[in-house]
C-alpha cells in the first residue's frame, strides 16, 4: 500500500524559496505520475505540477517560470522547489500519486506566504 508524506512546508516571505518534500512508502512504477497539488481557501483544489516517470513535467501557468519539480526515485522522495513565491501561492500543498492503477494522495503541508 503506497503512503505519501509531505513536509517542508511553513512560513515564507514573499519573494522567497520553499522546497517540499513528498516522501512515497511503497511501491510505484515509472507509469506512475507524481503530482503536486494545492488547495487556496474559498478555491477548489488545483494541480500545480505533475512529474512523469520519465522526468517529464508539466506546470500550471501560474507557477511555470517559480516552481520546480523533481523526482529522486532511489530516495522514493519528490520535491516541489519554489522560488519567487507571492501571497496568492498560500496554501496546503498535497503530493499525489496516480497511475493506471493507482491514486493516492498526502495529508497535505500548509505554506503560508507574509508579505
Known amino acids: 500500500q503506497v503512503q505519501l508524506v509531505e513536509s517542508g512546508g511553513g512560513l515564507v516571505q514573499a519573494g522567497g524559496s520553499l522546497r517540499l518534500s513528498c516522501v512515497i512508502s511503497g511501491r510505484i512504477s515509472e507509469a506512475d505520475s507524481v503530482a503536486w497539488h494545492r488547495e487556496i481557501s474559498g478555491k477548489e483544489r488545483e494541480w500545480v505540477a505533475i512529474?512523469?516517470?520519465?522526468?517529464?513535467?508539466v506546470y500550471a501557468d501560474s507557477v511555470k517560470g517559480r516552481f520546480t519539480g523533481s523526482r529522486d526515485n532511489a530516495k522514493n522522495t519528490a520535491y516541489l522547489q519554489m522560488t519567487s513565491v507571492k501571497a496568492e501561492d498560500t496554501g496546503v500543498y498535497y503530493c499525489?500519486?496516480?497511475?493506471?492503477?493507482?491514486?493516492?494522495w498526502g495529508q497535505g503541508t500548509q505554506v503560508t506566504v507574509s508579505t
Open positions: 512529474l512523469d516517470g520519465d522526468g517529464t513535467a
Open positions: 499525489r500519486v496516480l497511475g493506471p492503477q493507482m491514486n493516492v
